[in-house]
């Protein structure tokens, strides 16, 4: 028979060990952040995502990664997985709720059916979309019937508000391409008639490409003005809620402004 001292020693050794397992497995499983898919769009759009590649080597940054940081930073429970695809792809699986949680878009270029299975957050920034046309070229836009039997360039898998009902109706020729370098470079060489590009983003673009500002001309008239803001899964209510409340004291205390300088500067 053991003494009983021996005893009391094993069931203490016993007792200590479950303890610590007790407390590893609740730090693992504290410790191991709720994962959030985030669209990546596979071009970018500057100043809110940029894309460098080098061969196969694909990189991402900007306003929206640098945004996205900080909030994991403050909430480290949350960690996002980036989802690369098209626009298109994405508006697809957007519909039906599936794979992806948190999209950085507006709530004028999205569908009753995305509706359904998304919440809007408060908005990071509001901005307009514009006509962009060169100024050796005999046009001003003004209004979208100034567009009729015109070249127009458009991103595929993009919306464009009421436009899209001239472009159901082929009002104008809706040329169609995969990235705003595209069709920048298109209405560079004369071979569309205008561009409807956005304010913060297309003057970038311009730049980025080497291109002179000054030989284009941007609409005074906007075609719509709008919030960006994020659009995330009604399945992912604490991270809306958290989201939400960072987006709103990030705003409030000027940070995405500087953020905002920080890359169209």
Not at 52 to 71: M, P
Not at 123 to 149: E, G
Request: glycine share 6%; proline share 3%.
């Amino acid at each position: 028979m053991k003494p009983m001292k021996f005893r009391l020693i094993t069931r203490c050794k016993i007792g200590l060990i479950f303890i610590v397992i007790t407390m590893l497995s609740g730090f693992s499983i504290h410790s191991t952040a709720a994962e959030y898919t985030l669209h990546v769009g596979p071009n970018g759009w500057v100043p809110f995502v940029r894309v460098d590649r080098e061969g196969a080597d694909v990189s991402h940054y900007g306003i929206l990664f640098d945004f996205l940081d900080q909030f994991e930073a403050a909430h480290p429970e949350f960690s996002r997985r980036n989802v690369l695809s098209t626009r298109k792809r994405v508006n697809s699986l957007m519909k039906r709720g599936e794979s992806i949680d948190v999209m950085l878009t507006s709530p004028l270029f999205v569908s009753a059916e995305v509706l359904e299975h998304y919440k809007f957050t408060d908005a990071l920034v509001r901005t307009h979309d514009k006509v962009f046309s060169r100024k050796d070229q005999n046009f001003l836009y003004k209004t979208p019937h100034d567009l009729v039997n015109k070249k127009v360039g458009t991103i595929r898998g993009y919306s464009y508000g009421h436009l899209d009902f001239l472009m159901n109706f082929e009002m104008f020729d809706d040329v169609r391409v995969d990235s705003h370098s595209q069709a920048i470079g298109m209405l560079n060489k004369n071979r569309i008639d205008a561009y409807i590009g956005n304010s913060l983003v297309t003057p970038l673009y311009i730049r980025l490409m080497g291109l002179d500002i000054e030989e284009f001309r941007i609409s005074e008239a906007s075609l719509y003005e709008f919030n960006l803001a994020f659009a995330v899964s009604k399945k992912q209510p604490e991270l809306f809620e958290k989201l939400n409340m960072f987006v709103n004291d990030f705003v409030a205390k000027g940070s995405f402004d500087t953020l905002l300088e920080k890359y169209v500067d």
